[in-house]
């Protein structure tokens, strides 16, 4: 008996790429494992040394999948059917949690955890931006605005260096007197005194969030391979809530490993 074929997957514009979700969710795991070492070594005396070893020797990844998670909310943002409603959930979620951060925390005996200005800010004023400039994105064509984010990101890394430039090339010099203020954060130029336990300033970050938009201007919908679009039960769950799982993770850890420490001390 033969059996049945395949059927085609319909992909439109409700179709959804879980491709797209399987790497979210991977980037949220690892997130999640990163700030459970961090919060063994810094605040618990439960294997802290092995924590603290452990958290050194994964720091590099933190900015690979940081990249790889701007990138990905770029190239959703691209294909949100509710840009302007996403994105000012976002600012919403982001205000919460400086408010929480930066006020309650340390109430509560946890201190130096205060969030200015984190990767969700950073994507909050990224999906704002898109959102409201959705004709201008839409008008500039890729091949020039790729290359054209990418070479403003390299341009701008260098903002905390106090300059603009690449290899020394087309080297800007900033104003020494930005760096003494407090209120520049958000564009990359801290004073001495300013910490944030999460920081992801515009420049140069939201350049690699418009890449992302970029991206997925060019590539469209239905001319992905198929197995973007194939389920991924768990990680593909887990991309989905990621925006859940970031504001309950850390509180969430911090409790667990408090009844820990009490049960096990």
Not at 29 to 36: E, G, R, T
Not at 192 to 218: A, N, Q
């Given at each position: ?128 931006a898109h959102a409201y400039g959705k004709n201008l994105f839409d008008k500039l064509p890729g091949l020039i605005g790729l290359p054209a984010c990418l070479f403003l990101f390299f341009y701008t890394a260098p903002v905390g260096q106090r300059f ?102």
């Amino acid at each position: 008996m033969n059996e049945p074929a395949e059927q085609p997957l319909i992909i439109d514009e409700n179709t959804r790429l879980e491709f797209l979700d399987m790497l979210r969710g991977i980037c949220v795991v690892l997130m999640v494992v990163y700030h459970a070492l961090y919060l063994l070594a810094q605040y618990f005396a439960l294997g802290s040394a092995f924590a603290g070893r452990w958290f050194d020797a994964l720091e590099p990844m933190q900015v690979i999948v940081a990249s790889l998670f701007i990138l990905i909310s770029g190239f959703s943002a691209q294909l949100s059917l509710r840009p302007k409603v996403r994105a000012w959930l976002l600012v919403c979620v982001a205000a919460i949690i400086s408010g929480v951060t930066i006020l309650l925390l340390p109430r509560m005996g946890i201190p130096n955890t205060a969030i200015w200005f984190g990767i969700l800010h950073l994507l909050a004023c990224g999906k704002l931006a898109h959102a409201y400039g959705k004709n201008l994105f839409d008008k500039l064509p890729g091949l020039i605005g790729l290359p054209a984010c990418l070479f403003l990101f390299f341009y701008t890394a260098p903002v905390g260096q106090r300059f603009f430039g690449i290899l020394g090339m087309l080297r800007v010099n900033l104003p020494a007197a930005w760096y003494n203020q407090n209120w520049l954060f958000f564009l990359g130029i801290k004073s001495p005194s300013f910490v944030s336990w999460d920081w992801f300033p515009l420049l140069p970050w939201v350049f690699l969030f418009f890449f992302g938009v970029f991206v997925g201007k060019m590539v469209k919908r239905d001319q992905l391979p198929m197995f973007c679009y194939k389920e991924r039960p768990v990680m593909g769950f887990i991309g989905r809530c990621s925006l859940v799982i970031y504001v309950a993770h850390v509180p969430l850890l911090y409790g667990i490993f408090t009844l820990i420490e009490m049960i096990i001390t």
